[in-house]
């Protein structure tokens, strides 16, 4: 499976398929050989006027290390999707990163310019690849705090900075958090303001557009799915999730009720699983994973789905192609807009 495999393998389907320059504005690198400044980092940079910190930097990881940096980060490495996206809406070009080709499937909120290294996969990445590109920065995904990949990098005497990717006990502010860290090394705490400022925004406007909509269930769940030789897997993003919570602050009600993993707040079950949902509205990730049949296509011919009050009634929607459900504040920006649009048609 492409998706979140390195560092939440244990709940993203194995146990169910046995599943820059200082000043203002955006930072650019070469790399590989090729020069990406000439184009904007995202269109938002276009016009960022924020500036960048030139003093030292002193932080601590999600594994509590102490990452310390002369000056902030320009030349940065990047291992997991929601910190390359992270450092996109920071106007910063990494100078490689792991899985460029998924990246743009699954994650539409920041385009990554050309001339990027690609340094392979985000589960077993090229440290060669990596180093050969000179970061002064190399920024991972972990899962644990002996996870082998910090203490291989380190070895490269490059200094690492270690993310967890989420927290079910509070999935939004640490989404919030880990790009304010990403911020902070590259001295881009202005800018990350600005983002974070302009998410809260999107967010309010958007529970005041749900509350004024005349909708016939406030209940939902959002899931995604794997399938394999005619075999579903249903991924519902229960208590914790990123994708619930926020559905949970726009004033919808987040009717998952099954067992959930504690850092992603993910559950597993099967279509007749669904059938403890009720009534409850039906929203589901639109991307085209290119590992998997389609999980509704196959769910169609369902007697089980079917039957499904949610089903019955239409109420069952896909979100647009390339939000990525682990993503930063930009695809949180995506997914309100998807919840606003569905709920508001």
Known sequence: MSRRTATASAVAFAALTALVLTGCGTTSVEASGDDTSSEPVSQSCENDSTTTSTDPV????????????????????VLEWQQTEDLLSLCVTPVAVADAEGYSTWDTAEKLPEGVADVGTRQEPS??????????L???????????????????????????????????????????????ATGRSERAGVVLDEFDTALAEAKDAVADADLETMDFVYFDGWAQGGNVAIRPFGQGSLFGELGEELGLTNVWSG?????????????????????????????DDPESDSVVDLLADNDIWASLPAVERGDVYAFPSGIWTFGGPRSAEQAIDAYVDLLTA
């Not at 440290?127 to 002064?136: K, N, R, V």
Request: proline share 6%; no cysteine; hydrophobic share 40%.
């Open 127 to 136: 440290l060669d690849a990596i180093f050969g590109e000179d970061p002064d």
């Open 259 to 287: 067992e959930v993993d504690p850092v992603y707040g993910l559950g597993q079950t099967d279509v007749e699983g669904l059938v403890e949902v009720g009534d409850a509205m039906l929203i589901y990730t639109g991307t």
């Open 138 to 184: 190399v920024i991972v995904e972990v899962s644990s705090p002996d996870d082998e990949i910090v203490s291989q990098l380190e070895a490269y005497d490059v200094p690492v900075l270690a993310t967890v990717g989420a927290d079910a006990a509070e999935p939004i502010q640490h989404m919030k958090d880990t790009f304010s860290l990403i911020a902070e």
């Open 58 to 77: 002193t932080l601590t990881d999600d594994l509590g290390r102490t990452v310390e940096l002369d000056k902030p980060a320009e030349r940065v490495a």
